[in-house]
């Protein structure tokens, strides 16, 4: 089985992104920054924050869920706001997406902020809302259970150090966890996560048993060339002892984003 996670960069560079999701052939996809404008006529909108223009693929939940029409699709909003063609104002939601190949059953799920609420009028200040989600999903080829989290953690001005809303981010999470996932449970944990190394984050992840494959493995970068800045860690993938981990991969090649993807094939424990 394989699970793909990756910050989609809001599409900014394109169907070669689409084109990788649909390639890498994964079971599960766990996807942030994901834009999504049901109806909108248009295949490029512009974010515009502080003088910079920044293009975001207007359809791109729609544009990935139909390269994989044999997964169930799930959006998850964060956020509502405008994103602009020339001087044309388009109300936008933002967010995480979710597949799941098809012969895969979600037996149950939970989706949750972890940072904030919903802001249906507005990207609003920094640090902005964040949300997270969980899907706990029945193999039907070998009938074990596994449960997947993702979310996107928010982004500080201030940088990737710990900080009491991040205290509150990681229990919010490790909480959705919980609630969803039952025992015996393959469970991985994923996405961009924006916190360093050390972070409390891994001690609450850590008490559900939960070790990350990142740093784990050496990996020490996990952005493509397309970020300039310093420090390169954002996303990690963490697996509990029901994972079997047959390979691991955080592939530089693969530039479709400003994050690389973190990719685990794995099989569930008995």
């Not at 070669?16 to 909108?40: F, I, W």
């Not at 706990?136 to 500080?156: I, K, Q, Y």
Request: net charge neutral; aromatic share 8%.
């Amino acid at each position: 089985m394989r699970i793909l996670s990756l910050n989609c960069w809001g599409g900014r560079l394109g169907l070669p992104l689409v084109d990788y999701l649909r390639s890498a052939d994964a079971d599960v996809l766990c996807l942030q920054e994901v834009v999504h404008a049901p109806g909108c006529p248009h295949e490029w909108l512009i974010y515009r924050e502080d003088g910079a223009e920044l293009p975001q693929r207007a359809n791109l939940f729609h544009e990935i869920a139909s390269a994989l029409p044999s997964h169930a699709a799930f959006f998850c909003p964060a956020a509502r706001g405008d994103l602009f063609h020339g001087g044309e104002a388009v109300a936008t939601e933002w967010g995480l997406a979710t597949f799941v190949r098809g012969d895969l059953v979600v037996i149950g799920q939970a989706q949750g902020f972890v940072h904030g609420d919903y802001a249906a009028t507005g990207w609003g200040p920094h640090p902005r809302a964040r949300n997270a989600h969980v899907v706990r999903l029945f193999d039907r080829a070998t009938g074990g259970t596994l449960t997947v989290a993702h979310m996107h953690g928010l982004r500080d001005p201030g940088g990737k150090a710990d900080t009491p809303a991040r205290l509150v981010q990681a229990e919010r999470f490790t909480a959705l966890i919980r609630a969803t996932a039952r025992p015996g449970d393959a469970v991985i944990a994923c996405g961009d996560l924006n916190v360093l190394p050390g972070s409390v984050t891994f001690r609450a992840l850590g008490a559900l048993g939960l070790a990350d494959l990142v740093t784990g493995r050496g990996h020490t970068d996990t952005r493509t060339s397309h970020y300039r800045k310093e420090p390169r860690w954002a996303d990690y993938l963490l697996v509990n002892g029901k994972v079997r981990v047959d390979r691991f991969s955080v592939p530089a090649a693969s530039e479709v984003s400003d994050h690389r993807p973190l990719l685990l094939d794995f099989a569930p424990v008995a």
